[in-house]
């Protein structure tokens, strides 16, 4: 799979202001706490500043509910609340159970709904497409137009995100309108480096310490509203959906709406003053409904965001690929040169891509650039080890 870059400041943007301030912050932290969910943590925090919804689809033991906790108990006076959906699940599970003293009284069918997802700032429901048809109504409600129906009123919730999970994608035309309301969507998988394992075996599960409040979270919405949309983000737009109907991926139009939202929380949390095609990165998250459809909508996304950025991470991909497949121990003074060589090419490469562009583009190649430097340095100490140098 094509190397994802991460949101960073571009170079040269305006100062953050508070708000902005403190979600970088966060998001410092939720990825120093959460070793190679980098990725993860940059969906979650553009789908909140969105006001949208989240779905991770992986196996379980991934740490999906971790993150999510990690993220509310970052927030002095958010409310989080969690369950695991089962197809035998009750309504009382999620929307309390009924308040029998009104009943028996007034006959009123109300719930008590104290701890329970009406009144959560933050939820996690794991195994989501098991969602059965007495919960499914209320839920689509709740997640799409933060409404619950109690005892035949109408209540506003004052959810701000609902983070879920599943180890398998929704079947059925009801559950199809539940995935929809999912804008951002992730793949999960187990760690794979030796320090996030070494980290998985030895530490206690990651928190982060309390450093804002939902008025921050608030407050970044409405900045991330407010970001103009540069004068080719709506001619780009129309190219992308034109390409991905091409390829037989068709979006609807209620999504690519709410996509604009998207782009601008993303373009935000990049430090940027207004949305540009370099944001439609983010898009990768939101446009698939298989997995087997991302890798090709990360390509059609990239291609169209930077050509320049796409074949950054091509020449990245190619060489470390090829550093990847040396041994992590014993010789490699064999294979070890020829890569060596390859590695300079790349980074050579890489330096004129970046010398031809500004802005957000050259902030996502410096880092790439950067890792090839430390892996060429690190090559050579090998090599120059073994030959006695």
């Known amino acids: 799979m094509t190397n994802v870059v991460q949101f960073v400041p571009a170079v040269g943007s305006k100062p953050a202001s508070p708000a902005r301030a403190k979600v970088l912050q966060l998001r410092a932290a939720l990825c120093s706490a959460f070793q190679e969910r980098d990725e993860i943590v940059d969906a979650l925090l553009s789908a909140v500043v969105a006001g949208e919804h989240i779905v ?33 699940s009750e309504p009382n599970e999620l929307f309390g159970a009924i308040d029998l003293p009104k009943w028996t009284a007034g006959g009123i069918y109300e719930r008590q709904s104290s701890g329970m997802l009406p009144e959560a700032h933050v939820a996690f429901l794991d195994e989501i497409f098991k969602a059965n048809s007495s919960i499914l109504n209320a839920l689509l409600a709740i997640v799409n137009e933060r409404i619950f129906h109690d005892g035949g009123k109408a209540h506003k919730v004052p959810l701000m995100s609902v983070v879920a999970a599943s180890n398998e994608l929704p079947e059925g035309p009801e559950l199809e309108a539940l995935y929809d309301r999912f804008l951002v969507r992730v793949q999960v998988e187990y760690v794979r480096g030796q ?26 919405q409405h900045e991330a509203a407010a970001l103009p949309l540069g004068a080719d983000v709506l001619e780009s737009l129309f190219s992308l959906r034109n390409v991905l109907v091409a390829d037989g991926i068709v979006v609807s139009d209620r999504r690519w709406k709410k996509l604009v939202q998207l782009l601008r929380a993303y373009a935000y949390l990049s430090g940027d003053s207004q949305v540009d095609p370099i944001h439609f990165e983010v898009l990768r998250h939101a446009l698939w409904r298989d997995p087997r459809e991302a890798a090709k909508i990360h390509t059609h996304v990239t ?66 650039a950067a890792q090839l430097k430390a892996a060429h340095a690190a090559l050579v100490a090998r090599i120059s080890v073994e030959l006695g140098l």
């Open 56 to 88: 991770m689809l992986g196996p379980p033991g991934t740490g999906k509910s971790a993150i999510a906790r990690a993220f509310c108990g970052a927030m002095s006076d958010a409310t989080y609340f969690e369950w695991l959906l089962s197809r035998y």
């Open 195 to 220: 320090s996030a394992f070494e980290a998985l075996l030895t530490g206690a599960e990651p928190t982060v310490p309390t450093m804002m409040s939902r008025a921050d979270i608030e407050t970044a």
């Open 303 to 368: 291609r169209l965001a930077s050509p320049v950025l796409l074949e950054a991470l091509e020449v990245f991909d190619a060489i470390m690929e090829q550093v990847s497949g040396l041994p992590s121990t014993g010789p490699v003074k064999d294979n070890g040169p020829a890569i060596g060589r390859e590695l300079k090419k790349a980074i050579k490469r890489l330096g004129e891509l970046g010398a031809t562009q500004s802005g957000p583009v050259a902030t996502r190649i410096e880092p790439l």
